[in-house]
């Protein structure tokens, strides 16, 4: 499987390199990976990192790294994530400390969510959101999607907002 690049007016959507590696342990080892269940130490968060990369060739989707084309800082990621961890395809995002409040988050999710539905030819999407989230229970509305209470979710306590399907 190819993992495809994406753009932006102001972002490029890349596959994961081994420099994106601190950025990724930092954020999954702050209080802010409390939304993801964490924080993570070290050998959980290499887990999930490789387990990002590995879903394209397993899955045919996973995780894209953030960037800022003009900068080519790494910003963050957005994933479509499927496999045993997920009931359905899930839109995920998270973005470093510095890049939130800049629209980037959305202006990716927006990217990959379009990929998913125009090129992937997912049924569906949803993205699974702790309710105490609340920007991204909001990001999830400004993305069109609605609340699925009905929806299977992988942990009982998230929300699960739909895209499309």
Known sequence: MTVPTLK??????????FADWPG???LMGSGRAGYMG????????WGMFC????QWEFCGSGA???????TGASLGQVAVNRGPLFPEPELGWMVWPEAEGRGIAHEAAVALRDWARDVARLDSLVSYVDPA????CA???RLGAWRD???ARPDPDDLVFRHFG
């Open 8 to 17: 932006t007016a102001r972002l490029e959507l890349r596959p994961m390199r």
């Open 24 to 26: 990724y342990a930092a």
């Open 38 to 45: 964490g924080p993570f130490g070290v050998p959980a968060a």
């Open 51 to 54: 387990a990002d990369h590995a």
């Open 64 to 70: 894209l790294m953030i960037e800022d084309r003009a």
């Open 133 to 136: 989230n609340a920007r991204s």
């Open 139 to 141: 990001l999830a509305l």
């Open 149 to 151: 209470d009905r929806a």
